[in-house]
């Protein structure tokens, strides 16, 4: 099959916009911080699905677009989830755990009880998917899966802030039971669980900082 392309939209922008441009969104993010005391304050479900949609345009491997987004309002399956993430994470916390990756998550003071879970208006359960399959049952071979869901997770991440809510990445290990109860086929795998929503009034988050520019990147000119 020959390739079809069509011309680029691309607008310039001049450079000292550009600069300001770069210098807000870093301002934007910067303040974005990870969330455990969530509102029960509804959301309305445009927002939600805007930035799935902005989720959707990330860069993947071959198009193949290898995500799949379950978005969970349901009390009642929020209540599931809780519940099956919960034990995962009790065994983690008193059996599965070195001591070492416990000491590390100290700081942050984590524990087994997830009741975000159920408090939050949108969990938001993201599935990577390691293939196709066409309506014939054929299985479809996936490229860089990892890589594509990835980046797709944090594009919604940076569009749920800038529309000015708060999430938290969930991942509780193993995260099977998602598949059993969200019914999701075998071929997908849990990446990712999203809580989305309104930070309570009582919020606090740790007290963390984030390596500055010179321990993050090397530039060779």
């Known amino acids: 099959m020959k390739p079809e392309f069509i011309p680029l939209e691309f607008t310039p922008i001049p450079e000292a916009d550009m600069i300001q441009r770069a210098k807000d969104f870093y301002n934007l993010l910067k303040r974005r911080r990870t969330v455990r005391d969530f509102s029960g304050k509804s959301v309305p479900r445009e927002i939600i699905e805007n930035a799935l949609l902005s989720a959707g345009t990330a860069p993947n491997g071959v198009n193949q677009q290898p995500w799949h987004f379950v978005v969970v309002s349901n009390p009642e399956i929020k209540k599931k989830i809780r519940e099956a993430a919960e034990e995962e994470e009790r065994a983690f916390y008193k059996q599965r755990a070195p001591e070492e990756w416990l000491d590390a998550l100290a700081p942050l003071g984590t524990d087994e009880h997830k009741p975000f ?105």
């Not at 159920?118 to 293939?131: N, S, V």
């Open 117 to 221: 879970l159920e408090t939050a208006p949108y969990l938001i359960a993201i599935f990577a998917q390691a293939h196709g399959v066409k309506e014939d049952g054929t299985k479809v071979k996936h490229y860089y899966v990892n890589e594509s869901v990835g980046i797709a997770t944090g594009f919604l991440v940076a569009a749920l802030h800038n529309a000015g809510l708060a999430c938290l990445t969930h991942t509780p290990s193993p995260m099977n039971f998602l598949n059993e109860i969200l019914y999701r086929p075998s071929n997908e795998r849990p990446f990712v669980l999203l809580v989305v929503g309104y930070p309570a009034e009582h919020a606090k988050v740790p007290v963390i900082t984030k390596k500055g520019l010179e321990h993050i990147a090397t530039v060779l000119e």
